[in-house]
């Protein structure tokens, strides 16, 4: 990851207010490439939310940050990702995290949990990222795998072919492990653990590019 100073203020185009706090020299970090001074990047630079401490909101240059159209588009310029899509994404790794952990215990049936909600949090924050949300404030299973799969795969093109059908098979292992009297194997827990780490690897990678 490079990094360059932004000597008067200016990250990508758009000029930081001194209120915002912007200082002469300041660096800022860009997810994939480099944050430029005095000048547009063909194409925009995907900056990360906390990695500028939100100057481009203090400043007035949040409208950069336009919600995503029907399509799911966005135009050109510094694109934020907003606070809820970070915290899913957090929670999605942590979850993973603690699916690999259980794979690695013995812990077949928790691994099997884990792994369906690491691809489920990370579903829910590239839904959120397409302008893809459920009418209530509930995020139901269903209703996020019918979306991704549906909207996200095979209409948008946004996610891979290769992730249908991925988290339908993670939530027919959970609920075995969750509320069945057998208990998932070894090798479903292992099974379970790829095929989390590809969805999340997938969606992190689109989103952070």
């Not at 029907?70 to 999605?92: I, M, N, Q, S, Y």
Request: hydrophobic share 45%; net charge positive; charged share 30%.
């Amino acid at each position: 990851m490079r990094f360059r100073n932004a000597p008067r203020g200016v990250v990508a185009g758009c000029a930081l207010a001194r209120r915002a706090g912007a200082r002469p020299g300041a660096r800022w970090r860009a997810a994939g490439g480099v944050v430029s001074a005095g000048r547009a990047v063909p194409g925009g630079v995907r900056v990360l939310w906390d990695d500028v401490l939100s100057a481009g909101e203090r400043s007035g240059c949040a409208d950069r940050d336009r919600p995503a159209n029907a399509a799911g588009g966005r135009g050109p310029g510094v694109r934020f990702l907003t606070r809820e899509t970070e915290a899913f994404l957090r929670k999605a790794r942590e979850s993973l995290a603690s699916a690999e952990a259980d794979v690695r215990a013995g812990r077949s049936n928790s691994a099997a949990n884990r792994a369906y909600y690491a691809a489920f949090q990370a579903s829910v924050a590239i839904l959120i990222e397409n302008g893809i949300r459920p009418r209530g404030d509930a995020w139901d299973h269903r209703f996020v795998i019918s979306q991704v799969s549906g909207k996200l795969i095979r209409r948008r093109k946004v996610l891979p072919a290769l992730l249908k059908g991925k988290l339908d098979r993670l939530l027919k292992l959970r609920l075995v492990a969750d509320y069945r009297e057998a208990s998932v194997s070894r090798g479903d827990a292992k099974e379970a653990l790829r095929e989390a780490r590809q969805v999340v690897d997938a969606i992190a990678t689109k989103l952070e590019r």
